[in-house]
């Protein structure tokens, strides 16, 4: 503990880890003095330990070179017509990622394995920063890993083997075995082994994969304690039955751990998994299981401070940790089953403040499906995995039997997963920190409970698991988020106490015809990847309406995504409409969304609030001019969103509505020139203006006329390809302008 404290105090520079260790270190001096000069120790020891590391994680580059002498040390991914690895220059590591031109420069760069060096000549870019609220931070996640640049190459030359060092050597092993497998067995028994025997799960269908994640089962699919207890107590019981001796096999399995750590991949649960499995083959009974996950904790710790950000490092050390304490109360139970939902429950409560804060989500099946599924993997799947690989490598035609079996399981399992993955979802959003202090007291007692036999104490995070779900209709603020999306728009829109939530378009991804080599296992889409983890975020379970302003795809082609994640109360369309705007129709009223098509002088008011369509009035010769404005009162300011208005519309808009003060303007058509003209800005006079457009977009938006524009009649502008996303929250007025810049 006190090293966590140490870690986490020093490399988030937090308050809150601050206050935590000074409140621990008083509680050692009160009730364990004798333990208070070794845990103070500790600390001392790993605040200068991650100091240290920190200070000195910084790059030599300048960000100009264009020429670059590298060695492949990661293994080398393609995706589609993408390539992604690390490699290193001189002391400093590099993100590599090439977008491939043809065919067989795919099949050259397959052929690279670790250890090769080639020149590169590219391009330097700093990795990006999450331009929408609750999105990744690509740059700090490099930043852990110590890579402070990517490197775009232009060309490849001078490719030579050099010295292979006996960690890439394993690797290569792996890379060879995840390829023979894939060679070898069906696609998706293929993914499946390769998680289970190397722990690589980038070849598992993205729907299966979130799906185990959804249910809390992803853990099955990697490689942990109970995996290392499976094999490794296989292996010594074989060994034993073949007459070696219990001290030659334990000595055959120290040596053969740390081999099989890099051959699954290393990661923090699977170096976990290894230290206390190598603890308890050394000591035996004399190490306490508690004493085991700390030693594991201090070596992964001092290895490399930053492994505390992984999330598979604190998902594997807070289940284990919550599993060991409570374990005497899980053997005093009876039947099998009820030791089972015990582990299953104990471990869900312990991983939960975690998985809220990272997936924002929970299912109710979680703990039932564990019960069935650990056996099931455990037991089943797994054996089956490395018995179809070793009978296929040494006794092959025996081995379509037990492949047909494994298929048949396998199937059938991901069936059930992705039938019960989104209807038994409970979502919550990211707990602020004060209710992620809650969680964790909550969680506190309930594991006391245990000890105390304090009853009352046992189900205390469900009361603020309660505060959590209600605590949005408590909230005084409203907000407007103009979310970045490139070049299209999407607009969320909640109102204070969260009486209703709208949202205004979805955005929408191109895409082309790519050749079949081109196409990747999951593509980037805009719903998918940025509007739906934003509600979930947000602990948004319903839209009370998703309003379409028309028909363009950069307005709704992603609709379909909101559609899937949320309830959807009403969508309101226009008197316009395509092909497109009738398919994502069709999509709702099969959804259960109500359609409802809105026009000019149609009204309604929440609260304060108020909310007037003036446009479409139906006699419209454009697409673009049939956009749906919409013209709300909300935080004691009037907004406009216009949609992708043109400049006939804006003159429509002129003539019918004589008084039109506006304070806030979403820009019309990504700053077009064709919008926003000088009269609609003159009858309008807004203080602050909000344009959605892409960066580097190929149609020049904004142009420079509309920009001069707004500039001569003093509007302060924000644009999400400069700003990021845009956050305006309000209560009885604006109070904060924030913004996400890339």
């Given at each position: 503990m006190a090293a966590v404290l140490a870690v986490l105090s020093i490399l988030t520079k937090s308050v809150v880890c601050f206050v935590l260790s000074v409140a621990y270190h008083l509680f050692l001096f009160w009730r364990k003095r004798a333990f208070f000069f070794v845990c103070a120790s500790g600390y001392l020891f790993f605040s200068l330990w991650s100091h240290w590391i920190d200070r000195h994680n910084v790059t030599t580059l300048l960000g100009h070179e264009t020429a670059f002498f590298v060695r492949f040390v990661a293994p080398i991914y393609i995706d589609g017509d993408r390539i992604k690895t690390v490699v290193q220059w001189k002391q400093e590591r590099l993100q590599l990622i090439y977008r491939l031109r043809t065919e067989e420069e795919k099949k050259e760069w397959d052929a690279l394995q670790i250890s090769t060096a080639c020149l590169v000549k590219g391009a330097l870019e700093r990795p990006s920063l999450p331009t929408n609220p609750y999105a990744f931070n690509y740059r700090q996640y490099l930043f852990y890993h110590r890579i402070h640049w990517i490197v775009r190459p232009t060309s490849l030359e001078r490719c030579m083997r050099t010295h292979v060092t006996w960690v890439e050597r394993l690797q290569i092993i792996r890379q060879q075995g995840i390829r023979y497998i894939q060679s070898h067995f069906p696609h998706d028994v293929g993914a499946f082994m390769q998680a289970l025997i190397y722990g690589e799960r980038s070849d598992i269908?993205?729907?299966?994969?979130?799906?185990?994640?959804?249910?809390?089962?992803?853990?099955?699919?990697?490689?942990?304690?109970?995996?290392?207890?499976?094999?490794?107590?296989?292996?010594?019981?074989?060994?034993?039955?073949?007459?070696?001796?219990?001290?030659?096999?334990?000595?055959?399995?120290?040596?053969?751990?740390?081999?099989?750590?890099?051959?699954?991949?290393?990661?923090?649960?699977?170096?976990?998994?290894?230290?206390?499995?190598?603890?308890?083959?050394?000591?035996?009974?004399?190490?306490?299981?508690?004493?085991?996950?700390?030693?594991?904790?201090?070596?992964?710790?001092?290895?490399?401070?930053?492994?505390?950000?992984?999330?598979?490092?604190?998902?594997?050390?807070?289940?284990?940790?919550?599993?060991?304490?409570?374990?005497?109360?899980?053997?005093?139970?009876?039947?099998?089953?009820?030791?089972?939902?015990?582990?299953?429950?104990?471990?869900?409560?312990?991983?939960?403040?975690?998985?809220?804060?990272?997936?924002?989500?929970?299912?109710?099946?979680?703990?039932?499906?564990?019960?069935?599924?650990?056996?099931?993997?455990?037991?089943?799947?797994?054996?089956?995995?490395?018995?179809?690989?070793?009978?296929?490598v040494f006794v092959p035609f025996v081995s379509p039997i037990i492949t047909y079996v494994l298929t048949f399981v396998i199937e059938h399992t991901n069936k059930l997963v992705t039938s019960l993955a989104d209807p038994f979802l409970l979502t919550l959003g990211r707990p602020p920190t004060w209710l992620l202090i809650a969680y964790i007291i909550s969680i506190a007692l309930f594991f006391l409970s245990f000890e105390y036999k304090q009853i009352i104490f046992r189900f205390s995070f469900l009361f603020v698991i309660i505060v959590h779900f209600v605590w949005p209709f408590f909230r005084p603020s409203g907000e407007v988020v103009m979310l970045d999306v490139g070049q299209g728009d999407s607009i969320y829109i909640e109102l204070p106490y969260r009486k209703a939530i709208y949202m205004i378009d979805t955005g929408g991804t191109m895409s082309f015809g790519d050749e079949p080599w081109r196409k990747r296992k999951q593509s980037f889409r805009v719903g998918e990847d940025v509007i739906v983890p934003f509600l979930k975020a947000k602990g948004v379970r319903a839209l009370d309406a998703l309003i379409v302003t028309h028909g363009d795809f950069d307005h709704i082609g992603d609709a379909s995504d909101v559609l899937n994640a949320v309830r959807v109360r009403k969508l309101f369309v226009g008197m316009h409409k395509n092909d497109l705007l009738q398919t994502v129709m069709a999509h709702a009223i099969n959804k259960g969304t109500h359609v409802q098509m809105v026009k000019s002088g149609d009204r309604w008011t929440v609260g304060k609030a108020q909310f007037h369509i003036l446009s479409p009035f139906g006699n419209e010769e454009t697409t673009n001019d049939g956009s749906i404005v919409l013209y709300a009162f909300m935080g004691g300011a009037y907004w406009l969103f216009t949609g992708d208005l043109e400049e006939k519309g804006e003159q429509q808009l002129i003539t019918m509505y004589r008084s039109l003060p506006v304070d806030i303007l979403k820009v019309g058509h990504h700053g077009s020139n064709t919008s926003t003209s000088e009269p609609f800005l003159r009858h309008i006079r807004p203080k602050v203006a909000l344009i959605s457009v892409g960066r580097r977009n190929r149609y020049g938006h904004p142009h420079r006329e509309v920009i001069n524009r707004l500039r001569d009649y003093h509007v302060r502008t924000f644009r999400t390809d400069e700003h990021g996303a845009i956050v305006i929250r309000f209560s009885k007025r604006i109070s904060t302008i924030q913004t996400f810049s890339p």
């Open positions: 269908e993205p729907t299966v994969l979130a799906s185990y994640q959804k249910l809390g089962l992803i853990h099955l699919l990697a490689i942990s304690g109970l995996h290392m207890t499976l094999l490794a107590g296989g292996c010594f019981y074989l060994f034993i039955r073949f007459g070696i001796t219990r001290e030659r096999a334990t000595v055959i399995l120290l040596c053969f751990i740390p081999l099989y750590v890099i051959l699954s991949g290393a990661a923090p649960s699977v170096m976990r998994a290894a230290v206390m499995t190598s603890c308890f083959l050394l000591f035996s009974s004399r190490l306490r299981t508690l004493d085991a996950l700390s030693v594991a904790c201090l070596l992964l710790l001092l290895k490399d401070p930053y492994m505390i950000f992984h999330l598979g490092f604190q998902l594997s050390f807070l289940v284990c940790f919550a599993l060991i304490i409570c374990s005497s109360f899980i053997q005093n139970e009876r039947s099998m089953i009820r030791q089972l939902f015990m582990t299953s429950f104990i471990a869900q409560i312990g991983a939960l403040p975690i998985l809220l804060y990272h997936f924002y989500e929970v299912s109710i099946l979680s703990i039932p499906l564990n019960i069935i599924f650990v056996p099931l993997y455990s037991f089943v799947i797994l054996p089956l995995s490395f018995l179809a690989w070793f009978i296929h």
